[in-house]
């Protein structure tokens, strides 16, 4: 058998300090541009925005696409409006180095005439293309967070990793959108904003993961489940916060996480295993304890890689057998705080969460059908 080797999301000082992290607390330069662009190297700024009608607002500032991590800086804005009744309109927006800019300080970054701009509490984000364009303003009402300090690490010498920072977990939006001819709308909800980085491809380093983030009642949840791949022993990582009233009661730096997966089932179209119901189990610092669950009623998004890929990407993943695929499920996720195992407060809405897989079908599964011989 082959070594297994090391994957860690580590929270100890020395860590901290080679990183030049604070604990508990996030600082502008973390939300600037932290790589350089060169081969295996990624990055981007993502903003979400939800509206009470039902229309949603994503907005992408790329360095380069993420399938293309091994190529050079290709910056790319992009920008998805959904309607309440379903439609979507899209739009692309490519521009040279010498049109963009990406400060290391704090996030300010420029693709062409599309920006973001912001200072962990306040942001100003702009997309112009030829047919849509919008301005959105977000204010957080919950302080930048990131899980531990923010990288896992992949490799016996750490050489390799993945970072995330939810810089503002939730926030207020406004904005203001043209689209399909010039049709207009201003737009006030709620909104999020995170930023990833990393120093080669996600696919060489994950095998899938569970993804949600989700405002229940007046409680919000950021909730993970990574799985890495088949070469660091499908190591298991747990991302999580929750909030209440703006104020963070808890994470899983104390490490008490537990993800209870339920109702499995194997998707027609993708032929990935799939989970009806996920549960997160949490105890604070407090000695508080919290289940939260999301409970799939829908299919958003159902794609196979293959199918999308350009096509000489495709055949090739054909040939070598790649069958990664990408789920969007809808329902309802609760929160239920308990008390000596008696369930003493539950609140629900409605969630938007997702399962993201780039390893073979069910490998996980098997090899821990092997280890538990």
Sequence with gaps: MKKILKSIHPDDDLHYEKMGLKRGEVEQWEDGSRVDGSKGNYEWWYFDSHYPDGTVLVLFLFSKMPIAVDGPIKPIATMELTLPDGRKFSEDVYATIEESHYAKDKCDVRIGECYCRGDLKHYEVCFRGKEMSANLTLDGTIRAWRSQTGSIFFGDNEEHYFAWLPAI????????VTFDGGKALHLEGSGYHDHNWGNISMMKLMHHWYWGRAKIGDYKVISSWITAEKKYGFKEHGVFMI????????????????FLPEERYIDSHT??????RVVYEYTTDGDEDYRIIYEREGDINKTRFVDVLPKPLGLLARLIGFDGGYLRFEGR??????????????????AVWELMYFGKTSADEIYKAK???
């Design 371 to 373: 280890q538990a011989k």
């Design 243 to 258: 909030a209440k009233g703006g104020e963070i009661i808890g994470d899983n730096s104390n490490h008490t996480l537990k």
């Design 333 to 350: 996720a609760t929160v239920e705080r308990l008390s000596d195992d008696r369930v003493i407060e539950s609140v629900s809405d409605p």
């Design 271 to 276: 032929g990935k295993p799939v989970y009806n």
């Design 169 to 176: 977990p939730e926030g207020v939006a406004v904005a203001d």
